[in-house]
C-alpha cells in the first residue's frame, strides 16, 4: 500500500507564489515518475508537470515559465513551485505517483487526497 500526502496549498493573491510537496510512503520499490495535476470546477483533470525518474521534465503550454517541478527520489518528493500566480490556476491540484512495488512486473498508479490552490484576483 502506497501513501501520497500534500501540502502546500491555500489561498494567494494574483502574481504571488506557493510551494506543493508530495511525499509518497509505503511499500516502493521504485517510483519511475511523479506528476502534479489539477481539477477547476466544471473541467477534466489536466497535467500541470511530471518529473520522471531519469530527471525529464513536461509542462502544460499554461504553466511553462511560471511552475517548476522537481524531484528527489532519495526522498519520494515531488515538489511544485509556482509563481506568477493567475486565477485561472485556482483548482485543487492532486499529485500522482507511478510505482514499482517488489515482485511485480508492472507499475501501478497512486493519487493524492487534492490540495486546494486558491487565487485570488
Known amino acids: 500500500q502506497v501513501q501520497l500526502v500534500e501540502s502546500g496549498g491555500g489561498l494567494v493573491q494574483a502574481g504571488g507564489s506557493l510551494r506543493l510537496s508530495c511525499t509518497a510512503s509505503?511499500?516502493?520499490?521504485?517510483?519511475?515518475?511523479m506528476a502534479w495535476y489539477r481539477q477547476a470546477p466544471g473541467n477534466q483533470r489536466e497535467l500541470v508537470g511530471s518529473?520522471?525518474?531519469?530527471?525529464?521534465?513536461n509542462y502544460a503550454d499554461s504553466v511553462k515559465g511560471r511552475f517548476t517541478i522537481s524531484g528527489d527520489n532519495g526522498k519520494n518528493t515531488v515538489i511544485l513551485q509556482m509563481n506568477s500566480l493567475k486565477s485561472e490556476d485556482t483548482a485543487v491540484y492532486y499529485c500522482?505517483?507511478?510505482?514499482?512495488?517488489?515482485?511485480?512486473?508492472?507499475?501501478?498508479?497512486?493519487w493524492g487526497q487534492g490540495t486546494q490552490v486558491t487565487v485570488s484576483p
Open positions: 500522482n505517483a507511478h510505482i514499482m512495488h517488489i515482485g511485480v512486473p508492472y507499475e501501478h498508479e497512486y
Open positions: 518529473f520522471s525518474r531519469g530527471g525529464s521534465t
Open positions: 509505503g511499500s516502493i520499490f521504485r517510483i519511475n515518475a
